[in-house]
């Protein structure tokens, strides 16, 4: 316990001496660069200048192409929600006509008709492509959960698309 202790001391003690040193080399070579800066000749200070300028205009152009990114990335995560709505409410309406039909509501209901409406379009291209297992009134639409899986999938499709384009593209 004690050996640790010193160690533990002796190892501190060395890393401050560590620091001391290269602060003090820090310092000295401050200074060195300091006093060769005034003496560049002419030659040196317009070449000094031309690699400043070349810098400040990559700056600017690294600046304005950063913000045009920003820029269009914030339109694109705009759109994405939009997107991202409309398929929330194709998803409300093909569950709810799934949820009608597995339950048997009643065809003449205006809300059901109104939820066949919405959602005729979007199922039409589903309907009987698989045999749906019914009961009576009750129906089991397994067209419907296949319409909605794919709708899942257009949608995850969609925003992948967005973000690939909205990514900020970086050069090396």
Known sequence: MVEDEKLAIDESR???QHEAVRGTVGSEVQTEIARHAD???GQDQARVAALGERLKDKTITEVATTETEIERARGLARVSQVVDYIFYLIYGIITLEIVFDLLGARQGNTFRELIDALSAPL?????NL???P???RFHFRLS???ALVIYLMLHMAI???LRLMAHRKTAI
């Not at 199922?123 to 309907?127: D, E, G, R, V």
């Open 130 to 132: 698989l045999p749906d």
């Open 144 to 146: 419907y959960l296949v």
């Open 159 to 161: 925003n992948g698309l």
């Open 123 to 127: 199922l039409a291209p589903f309907n």
């Open 39 to 41: 003496r560049l000749d």
């Open 14 to 16: 060395r890393q401050m």
């Open 134 to 136: 019914s009961a009576g």
